[in-house]
Each structure stands twice: as C-alpha cells, then as structure tokens.
C-alpha cells in the first residue's frame, strides 16, 4: 500500500512537469483543429464525438429507431471507441424531446455515492487528499448512471427491441475499430497516474508496454461479451448481476485508494426522472438539467444577466461582448460554487436562482466598459447556511445530440470525469472516478458545504445538455460540451453565438472560445481572441491564453433544415439525410 501511495505521488509530480501545455489540474491536451462544415440534413441528424458513434446512431435511425433508441446504440459505441471520455461505468444527464406531445423529459443518471461514504471521504488522517490522488483507484468511483438512465428513458421512448441497440457496438468491439488519434495521443502522453498501475487497463491501453497506436485495430472481446449479456437481458445483468459482482471487487479490492461499495450500492441505484430546468429569453424558451447538474441554473443565469444588452450590436469576438460575457459568467460561477449541489441533500434555492426579479438585481452595474472583478455570490432565498466549497471537475466527457425522423431529440452528456476515469477496467470498461466531483473540505468557516460527499448523494456536475425552444414551442436546437467546469461557459457562449448573433450552429461552435469562472479569463490560444489580451488587461481582466477544449455537438432546427455542428477541437461528425 504504501508503495502504491508513493508511485502515486511521484507520478503526480511527473504530470505536473509533463503538462506545461496546460494548466495544472487540467490535464486535457488539445489534439488538433479539423475545420468542419455544417452538415445539413431535412430527415435526421445523429452527432457524436467519434465516427464510429455517430453512425451507430445513424443506422438506428435509419431502422426506424427513435432518438433514444439512437443513444443507447452510440453510448454503447463510445464505450469502445472513446473510452477515455464516457461509457457505461460512468453517468450521463439526458433530455429527451417528445415531439408528439411536445414534452421535454429528463433523465438523471449521474452516480451516487455508495452507502459506506462520509463528509471526510478524502481525507488522509486530517489532510485533504490532493485531486489527483484521489483518482485513482476505487474510492473516486461513483455507482455508475449511465445504463440505468438509458434503459429507463428508452422503455418509456424507445421504439425498436432493446437488444438490437447494441449490434453495432457488439460487432465492432469483436471484430475491432480503428484507433482514433485523439485517443492514441491521450494514452502516449501518460497523464493518467494509475492506468499503467492495474492490470487489466495497463494491458488494453499498452499492450507488450507499449502506448497503443493511432490507426491499430483494437478489439475488446471482453466488452463485446458484456453488451452481448446487457442486450439479451437488460441492463439488471449490470447492476445486480455478473458484473456488479465484479464491479465491487474491482472497487473495493483496488491496489491503490480501496473503495466501499456494495452489490446493494449498485442494485438500489436508480435514474431519476426531474423536471426540466427551463426560462425565457429574448423570444426563446432554454431548457436544461436540474441539479445536480448546474448546467440548467446555470447556462440560464448567463444568458438572462445579458438580456438588458444589445447584443446583436456588437461582435462576438470583440471586447466588449467578452467583458460583458466575463462579468455575466462570474456572477453565475460565483452563484454556482455557492449553491448548486444534490438538491435531493441540500436546500438548494433554484427557483430563486433563476427568477426574473433576482436576475435583474444581479445584473444592475453589468456594462460593456466596466472593469472586470471577482464577485460574490449572490443571495437569494435560502433557509440553510451554506458555505463555497471547492472542487475540479475535469474536461474529459462527451455530448451527443440527436434528431430522428418524427423530430424526437436526445440531448446528452455523458462521463467518466478525468481522461479514463478511475484508470479501473472491468470487463472490457473504465469504471468512473466521479465522486472526486465532490468538495473534498465538507465544511468552511464553521458552515456546510453544499457539495460535500454523503452517502447516496450525487455530485454536482456541470454537464449542460440543452434545448432550446422557439416563440411557438417549436424545438429550435440541441446542443452541450464536454470541458469540465468550463462547460457552462462553452455552451452559454455558443447560445449567444446562435440566438444574438445570427450565426449556424457550426459558426457558432467555432467561435473561438472563452471563460471566465470568476478567475481570470481564459481566451483559446492560438486564435484571433490573443490579441484581445492587453484591451482585456487594461479593463482589469486577469487573461490566460490556453487550449480551451470544448466539445460541441449541435443541432439546429431551421426553416425545415436540420443542421450539424460538430465542434473542430475533437473528432466528431454529424451524419444524416
Ligand atoms: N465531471 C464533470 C462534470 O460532471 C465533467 C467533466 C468533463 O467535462 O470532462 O461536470
């Protein structure tokens, strides 16, 4: 054990010398910009974050399948082809579209903490754990979401059998896919601190030691046998079967950080259906996720902190929307990082967060030449004590969107956190580390911390799987991003791109990116927004210039068109006719 704890400590130091790159705690490399066309389609429209995903979606479609139909078949392909990103041992937050009744359903499949957790579950004797270490290993791992949602939102919405879902992923992962760069670059690089440590991950990801290649055909027999069992017997042969049984094993057995889960963790685990976080702006009704995710609060503060401001004036890559966009951003983060956490544990104030009267407060001294300042939270009603917590999410994640033929729609994101999780691999999938989501320090200056870890608790995410809906209540677009904390931004920023300044949805998930979460500002290195760097300073904006990786797949409904994005920063591709 203690030589595990050491190697860990020293691997964390190697990652810190290796990622000059990037930013500390922010592991995720840029792999390359691929312009991309708008992909225009009249009949449907499948996005995904990898080839392979998005034309398992297609032929889904294509069978006649419905959206959700079309995201069990790409998660179970992402699972093969981009299993650093999102699988079925992590969780997902998905919204489904029912255009016949023209009602927007979501599903909450985010993990839940086993039941043997406490407030002080990384803690090392008094200290906190570092992020890092805490990673890796079994007790970062959160009782998996995804097929649960999936499984739930499909038996309500899907049209085909279950099992033929899953022919595609099954087929390729026993005949083998091509290796995408983006993922051969992610295992050379060697940023994970215990994916070379366990067995099962050292040999699939460095087979003979070596990182795998870009091009290789790799199969995976193990996970084509356990989609092989989850589509003849339905995703009970997950949670309370074979694989739970290994599941826990591998959690509570793990050579580094042993966790406490139970088969009972795992077959209790349920998806929850919520109502749908969602608010008007300008002629738009925005739709997102309700906590734990912050994506729905959140991406909806932004937009409405800007609605007093004539936007559509200005140019989205000019300083003055990015101070703008800066000043909004901080005051949502600051919000965020106070409040938002399981709603289901804490008193979570969110219809005060969102409401018109506490909006318009908030946005009182919001103008296109103010000086940017970090700011506080704000303070809307709330009957509880609640201290800032502090947590990292990391930028490793996927969205998917899809349109079908009747004009149902699947908004996703779906993930494992860090690059490959937990670096644990059971039967041919990584298991999550999604409980480092949590806030390490469960209290401060004497208060709670909304996010603290408890025991079935779910950890704020800021997955932002939205839609938008037009004056008539007519689905106008589907997008969201993967990128960490940061996602919130990434999808607020491309909203404005298509709603204020007229843009597709492809112009607007090229817009060349910025954040801020009440820090500093980050612009996207490498494009025009560098030059904004010394306006932006004199305006008192602390700037960074960095890969910002975002990950947008969208779709947009537009005069009887269904157009594709697909964000040039990964290698996804929209599809369909
Ligand atoms: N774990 C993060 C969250 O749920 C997402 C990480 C990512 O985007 O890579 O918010």
Sequence with gaps: ?????????????????????????????????????????????????????????????????SAIDAAVAIQAMLTLVEPQSSGIGGGAFILYWDNKTKTLHTFDGRETAPAAVNPYWFYNGTKSMSWLEAVVGGKSVGVPGALRALETAQKSFGKLPWKTLFEDAINTSAKGFKVSPRLAHLVEIDRHPGLKQFPSSATYFYPAG?????????????????????????????????????????????????????????????????????????????CGMAPPSSGGINVFQILKLLEGQDLSSLSPDSVAFINLFAQASALSYADREKYVADSDFVDLPFAALINDPYLKRRAQGISADKPWKKVRAGEPYTNRPISVGMNLEQPNTSHFSVVDKEGNAVSITTSIEFMFGSGLMVEGFLLNNQLTDFSFNPERGGWPVANRVEPGKRPRSAMSPTMVFDEDGELSLVVGSPGGSRIVSYVAQTLFGVLDFGLNIQEAINLPRVTNRNDYTALESKTPLVSLKGPLETLGHTVKIIDLNSGLHGIQLKDGQLIGGADPRREGVAVGQ
């Design 210 to 286: 070596l990182p795998l290649k870009a091009g290789t055909i790799k199969k995976n027999k193990a996970l084509a046998d356990t989609l092989r069992h989850i589509a003849e017997e339905g995703a009970d042969y997950f949670y309370q079967g074979p694989i739970a049984e290994k599941i826990v094993k591998a959690v509570n057995n793990a050579p580094i950080n042993a966790g406490k889960m139970t088969l009972e963790d795992l077959a209790s685990y349920e998806a929850l259906k919520k109502k749908p976080i969602c608010g008007d702006y300008r002629n738009n009704k925005i």
């Design 1 to 65: 054990m203690l030589s595990s704890a050491i190697k860990v400590v020293c691997l964390s130091i190697a990652l810190s010398v290796g990622a000059q790159a990037v930013e500390r705690n922010e592991p995720e490399a840029a792999t390359g910009y691929e312009n991309k066309q708008a992909h225009i389609g009249k009949e449907y429209m499948v996005v995904a974050a990898n080839p392979y995903a998005s034309w398992a979606g297609k032929n889904i479609v294509e069978q006649g399948g």
